[in-house]
T-cell receptor, first 112, second 113 residues
């Protein structure tokens, strides 16, 4: 089966804490892309990152960082020094056969 | 500004009526998609189109229909055959279906009374 699992349904932290959102995927393909999207309360999805299966370098963009580990089929997302504006639902996705396979999402709540 | 527009943002319909949701993009993207999202759930693919005059069923196409007569437009019709049409509908586009980076519209929240 080819799928994306986000085991954390909801995470709640206090502002300025670091938080990691987990994503585990399954695929038999050797070439694939992984994605993270953010869905704020307004509903519109915002693209955050794309990572191809041959590039295992971790990526950092400001307070956001991504840890891709092919050996464990994981693509985790860390927010450092979280802010209230980071509150949203975050989706991990995998492209396969030209379709995005979506995880169920993790709702992140950042309390002031 | 380039982007995707969906209208209206909120839509109410009586049970048994067909309703068409609009999706327009000016990004010059070949591929377009329709997703359904239910409360607290992830996205499920309804239909996608790789190119004008071509479209394929996604995971939950029953009760829906689409057309792709123009590159910029990909309207979705929710028919009376769709048993539970109340949901949040998101339209997206990408350069191609192989290009996973999809750009999303603001969504239409459909409520069937």
């Amino acid at each position: 089966a080819q799928k994306v699992t986000q085991a954390q349904t909801e995470i709640s932290v206090v502002e300025k804490e670091d938080v990691t959102l987990d994503c585990v995927y399954e695929t038999r393909d050797t070439t694939y892309y992984l994605f993270w999207y953010k869905q704020p309360p307004s509903g519109e999805l915002v693209f955050l990152i794309r990572r191809n299966s041959f590039d295992e370098q971790n990526e950092i963009s400001g307070r956001y960082s991504w840890n891709f580990q092919k050996s464990t089929s994981s693509f985790n997302f860390t927010i450092t020094a979280s802010q209230v504006v980071d509150s949203a639902v975050y989706f991990c996705a995998l492209i396969l056969n030209y379709q995005l396979i979506w995880g169920a999402g993790t709702k992140l709540i950042i309390k002031p | 500004d380039g982007g995707i527009t969906q209208s209206p943002k909120y839509l109410f319909r009586k049970e048994g009526q067909n309703v068409t949701l609009s999706c327009e993009q000016n990004l010059n993207h070949d591929a377009m998609y329709w997703y359904r999202q239910d409360p607290g759930q992830g996205l499920r693919l309804i239909y996608y189109s790789q190119i004008v005059n071509d479209f394929q069923k996604g995971d939950i196409a029953e009760g829906y229909s689409v057309s792709r007569e123009k590159k910029e437009s990909f309207p979705l019709t929710v028919t009376s055959a769709q048993k539970n049409p109340t949901a949040f509908y998101l339209c997206a586009s990408s350069m191609s279906v192989a290009e996973g980076e999809q750009f999303f519209g603001p969504g239409t929240r459909l409520t069937v009374l």
